[in-house]
């Protein structure tokens, strides 16, 4: 179950609400297909402005005040950047992983690819933003596991990796609020 190179990821590929709302009657083209692997996912809503919401993801170096799941982060966000990461999932002992980005979007999207175990384990990680109303966002965050041992992996620690996301989405929504609230104030 290979990844392929740059997937579309936005929250209206997997089954949401397309782009511009309902699709017209009498059809259309077909809805893409999502990317093969098993897919993990958090979504939360945040009070805040996309580009608040922004700027703590793309703050590397802040990640150690605020992000449970990634508490340390260094590297520059470029496609084919890659990052310093220290990813701690619940209940597993912190590592060291080196992911590639593989796309980003100011205000809306943040995509990076890993590899690992020589290639039986390949992920792709996400972090979505959704703006609802001027200062009202869903963020997904979430990842897609390929590869020959990818899903096993995934269904096997998935309650732990989704804990993680919902931590790191509950720590983001803190945070990015309060920022909102300090540039409004």
């Known amino acids: ?53 922004w700027q703590t993801i793309v703050d590397l170096p802040s990640w150690e005040a605020w992000n449970p799941l990634y508490p340390k982060a260094a590297g520059e966000i470029r496609i084919g950047g890659v990052l310093d990461l220290t990813l701690a999932v619940p209940g597993q002992a912190p590592r060291q992983i080196q992911p590639t980005i593989l796309e980003w979007v100011p205000n809306e999207q943040l995509h990076w690819r890993l590899t690992m175990l020589a290639g039986f384990i390949k992920s792709v990680r996400y972090l979505e933003i959704e703006q609802l109303a001027e200062a009202s966002c ?32 509950e720590a983001l929504k803190t945070r990015a609020e309060a920022a909102w609230r300090t540039a409004e104030g």
């Open 1 to 53: 179950m290979p990844i392929g190179p740059t997937p579309q990821l936005k929250a209206s590929m997997f089954g949401r609400m397309p782009v511009g709302g309902p699709k017209p009657a009498g059809g259309g083209p077909p809805a893409p297909k999502p990317p093969p692997g098993v897919r993990l996912e958090h979504r939360i809503g945040i009070q805040a402005s996309p580009e608040a919401i």
């Open 138 to 169: 869903i963020v997904s965050n979430g990842e897609i596991f390929g590869g020959l041992m990818g899903p096993s992996i995934a269904r096997r620690m998935g309650r732990s990796i989704h804990r993680g996301f919902r931590e790191m989405n």
